[in-house]
């Protein structure tokens, strides 16, 4: 049996869905959402096997115009992905225009040989006729190997998605063992469920400004409980009380829901111990993003 396998990059611009995407196609939550953009700073790999293959997607960060330091690294780290995986997952919105923000991606796409297939989400939003327009006009930009409308949150037309996308993967070894759904070490999803909380729970510009950092998790002896202690790091001492909240009620709040999702996560107790601390303008520091395991190209 031939056994088929290769990287399939989710890409597009911000709050089109991918983070969603990644985790309908995988079936388990291993991507962080929320309604405000920019929400994924890193490439977090997926990773779906079946039968004769495996697919390790990666959901990039949503490409927009670079604001600090840590923009630049953001796009810089797409730009990397698109040249190293065998597919490229392109999602875009029902909007029927081309916007300036597409119109940047698809420039990088047409220089590049990786085959892409345009993937339209949110389409239980709109009439068909929108989702039709909209073909259209991305179809005039560029030679599409497939393109599928989805809804990635009503799970729609998912399925057809994965067997399209195994179809453009190469014959090849099987990367991963067939449980793994991440390569991402716990540490580090358990700091994005933490910052999933801040997103949701903060507004503008104070939870971008936010890194969150798990400082040891540990066992505790002859029982079931995983202490986690972690840091939220800020860039002003107002965004930290803000985050902190009167009497200690939002970090509590943030704490509490964190904590049910992990408990779910690891299948047992838990005690989430939180710190907030001020960095200021971390995000344009380039000592402080090594620090935070951010890869800074010497280039």
């Given at each position: 049996?031939?056994?088929?396998?290769?990287?399939?990059?989710?890409?597009?611009?911000?709050?089109?869905?991918?983070?969603?995407?990644?985790?309908a196609?995988?079936?388990?939550?291993?991507?962080?959402?929320?309604?405000?953009?920019?929400?994924?700073?890193?490439?977090?790999?997926g990773i779906?096997?079946g039968e004769?293959?495996?697919?390790v997607?990666?959901?990039?960060?949503?490409?927009?115009k670079?604001?600090?330091?840590?923009?630049?690294?953001?796009?810089?780290?797409?730009?990397?992905?698109?040249?190293?995986?065998?597919?490229?997952?392109?999602?875009?919105?029902?909007?029927?225009?081309?916007g300036?923000?597409?119109?940047?991606?698809?420039?990088?796409?047409?220089?590049?040989?990786?085959?892409?297939?345009?993937?339209?989400?949110?389409?239980?939003?709109?009439?068909?006729?929108?989702?039709d327009?909209?073909?259209?006009?991305?179809?005039?930009?560029?030679?599409?190997?497939?393109?599928?409308?989805?809804?990635?949150?009503?799970?729609?037309?998912?399925?057809?998605?994965?067997?399209?996308?195994?179809?453009?993967?190469?014959?090849?070894?099987?990367?991963?063992?067939?449980?793994?759904?991440?390569?991402?070490?716990?540490?580090?999803?358990?700091?994005?469920?933490?910052?999933?909380?801040?997103?949701?729970?903060?507004?503008?510009?104070?939870?971008?400004?936010?890194?969150?950092?798990?400082?040891?998790?540990?066992?505790?002896?002859?029982?079931?409980?995983?202490?986690?202690?972690a840091?939220?790091f800020?860039?002003?001492?107002?965004?930290?009380?803000?985050?902190?909240?009167?009497?200690?009620?939002?970090?509590?709040?943030?704490?509490?829901?964190?904590?049910?999702?992990?408990?779910?996560?690891f299948?047992?107790?838990?005690y989430?111990?939180?710190?907030?601390?001020?960095?200021?303008?971390?995000?344009?520091?380039?000592?402080?993003?090594?620090n935070?395991?951010?890869?800074?190209?010497?280039?």
């Amino acid at each position: 049996m031939t056994f088929k396998s290769g990287f399939a990059a989710l890409i597009g611009r911000t709050n089109v869905g991918k983070s969603t995407l990644l985790n309908a196609l995988l079936e388990e939550k291993v991507a962080i959402t929320s309604d405000k953009p920019q929400t994924t700073r890193n490439t977090i790999q997926g990773i779906l096997t079946g039968e004769d293959y495996q697919v390790v997607f990666i959901d990039t960060p949503g490409i927009h115009k670079p604001k600090h330091k840590l923009s630049e690294i953001m796009i810089e780290s797409v730009k990397k992905t698109l040249t190293e995986v065998d597919l490229i997952i392109y999602m875009v919105e029902p909007d029927a225009e081309v916007g300036p923000g597409d119109e940047y991606i698809i420039e990088h796409l047409i220089s590049i040989d990786t085959p892409v297939i345009l993937v339209i989400n949110k389409i239980d939003t709109v009439p068909h006729e929108t989702v039709d327009k909209t073909i259209e006009n991305f179809k005039a930009q560029y030679n599409f190997k497939d393109i599928l409308p989805i809804s990635a949150l009503k799970n729609k037309n998912i399925d057809l998605l994965k067997h399209t996308i195994v179809l453009y993967m190469p014959e090849g070894p099987q990367y991963f063992p067939s449980d793994y759904i991440t390569d991402r070490p716990e540490k580090f999803l358990v700091s994005e469920i933490i910052r999933e909380k801040i997103l949701n729970y903060l507004e503008d510009e104070v939870p971008h400004g936010v890194y969150v950092e798990v400082n040891s998790m540990k066992v505790r002896e002859n029982k079931d409980i995983l202490d986690i202690e972690a840091f939220i790091f800020c860039e002003k001492e107002s965004h930290k009380a803000i985050i902190i909240g009167k009497n200690g009620q939002m970090l509590r709040k943030i704490g509490s829901n964190a904590r049910t999702e992990l408990e779910s996560l690891f299948g047992q107790k838990i005690y989430l111990d939180l710190w907030v601390k001020v960095k200021k303008g971390w995000r344009d520091n380039i000592s402080i993003l090594r620090n935070f395991g951010y890869v800074i190209d010497k280039s």
